[in-house]
């Protein structure tokens, strides 16, 4: 992870627009000293300390209360992530209800697009290696697993969501072939994931940088894998294609979330 996210700040294109996209988080959830904290944040990563260190020092930062708001830079992101499940339930509503059946969600995280899910009406279970259901998520819609092996027969579900989390394994294949094997032929499943701008080093440098950033100083007990398996769009195809999935959908959402500079893209598979 390291020497990945320093190639990052070493690559002239990629970190401009790095520095572009923090500055731009901290104005858009109400930081004042949004220019300096960034070169705050950028003089801590160019010190020669450990990576772990720099991610603690960043998170006490970002802990602080700010002058004037009386709010931290973590309850400002927080705040404004507030809509962030609302967005993805809108994304995949209406192709997990026209599928039907049974579904699983892989990956559900925190589960709140799960409850959502549930709420519509939809016979649903989350997976995840971790246990962390938000407030007024039903526990019980969640169950942890060990990363290996989902406990379910194969050809259990009609319909499988995955969002957001193929990039967050290095080994995604046996992520991928666990869905698979999951999924009744037939069904379908819908991966929404994070996929550089455009095809060129500074955007994966790039990619890397946020996906970092976003899911490491803000929380570093949670200790979130970012080992940068991303894919561009006709990447992702052709292993899905390879693998026995028809793609039957797909989606550019660009930018969706507005304070985090990530570009999310859905697919919706049919396995043959
Ligand atoms: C960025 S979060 C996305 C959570 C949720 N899908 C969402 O969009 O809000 C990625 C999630 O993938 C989970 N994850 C990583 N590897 C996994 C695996 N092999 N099986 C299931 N979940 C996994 C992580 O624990 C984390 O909760």
Not at 241 to 247: D, T
């Amino acid at each position: 992870m390291k020497n990945k996210l320093y190639d990052a700040l070493n690559d002239s294109d990629a970190r401009s627009q790095i520095e572009f996209d923090v500055q731009s988080t901290f104005e858009n959830i109400g930081i004042a000293d949004a220019k300096e904290l960034t070169l705050w944040v950028f003089e801590q990563l160019d010190s020669c300390r450990e990576l772990s260190d720099i991610e603690k020092i960043i998170f006490e930062e970002f802990s602080k209360k700010r002058n004037g708001i009386n709010l931290s830079v973590i309850d400002c992101l927080n705040k404004a992530l507030k809509g962030r499940a609302e967005i993805i339930f809108g994304q995949v509503k209406a192709d997990m209800l026209d599928s039907g059946g049974k579904a699983l969600d892989y990956g559900a995280g925190d589960g709140q697009v799960t409850q959502m899910l549930s709420n519509a009406g939809i016979d649903i279970i989350g997976v995840d290696v971790k246990h962390y259901p938000a407030e007024g998520v039903n526990k019980e819609l969640l169950l942890a697993y060990d990363g290996d092996h989902v406990p379910y027969a194969d050809e259990t579900f009609d319909t499988i969501l995955a969002t957001n989390v193929f990039h967050h394994e290095a080994d995604n294949q046996t992520c991928l072939d666990e869905c698979y094997r999951l999924l009744k032929k037939g069904g379908t499943i819908v991966i929404i994931e994070t996929v550089p701008e455009e095809d060129v080093q500074a955007e994966w440098n790039r990619t890397f940088f946020n996906d970092w950033f976003y899911n490491r100083p803000f929380h570093p007990g949670a200790e979130v894998p970012v080992p940068g398996t991303y894919e561009m769009p006709n990447g992702w195809k052709k292993r899905f294609e390879g693998m026995g999935f028809r793609v039957i959908d797909e989606e550019d959402y660009g930018i969706d979330i507005p304070v985090i500079q990530d570009r999310h893209y859905k697919f919706k598979l049919q396995k043959i």
